[in-house]
């Protein structure tokens, strides 16, 4: 019989975990890197035992090619805010870039609403979708030993429609939900 995984889910905002199943804990970090590494690390320093636990990072992003769409599961995500090159070039390595599993999807994670179209096709070079949170969660996962798998739903173009998320988010905090339930359930 399988095992039900323990998880952490995490969440920027309230809006985007409406539909987490009831049982499972939950963290709403608020918006940004700092806070998410704050409170992520708050809550995984609160358990008395981590060692089988697993961080869920459910939320929404923006997607940075016209072609990306949907749900998506990460498999590398890149804080798209730090002088990388810059650092290597001094001898120091910044951990700019974390692989976390077999997605196929990178996301780039920085405190930018993401809604100016130069930018999004800069972005879009080294990614598909952005967000604010996911760096940050997945880091602090790492930090603990913990495996962070991200989740995200598409929830706007990463331009003038990015400003509509707050009549958008509903619709994705749905698909989240349900990827948790199937989650649970295998």
Known sequence: MPTTPRILVVSATEAEARYVPEDLPLVITGIGKTAAAARTARALAAF????DLVVVNIGTAGALRDDVTGLHVVGQVLNHEISADALVALGYDPEHQLLLGEGASVLASGDVFVSDTDVRTRLGLAAHLVDME???????AREFGREAILVKHVSDAADD???DWPTVVDQSARVLGQWLEEYLAR
């Open 48 to 51: 008395e035992d981590v060692d």
């Open 134 to 140: 996911g760096y940050a969660v997945a880091w602090t």
């Open 161 to 163: 429609s990015a400003w």
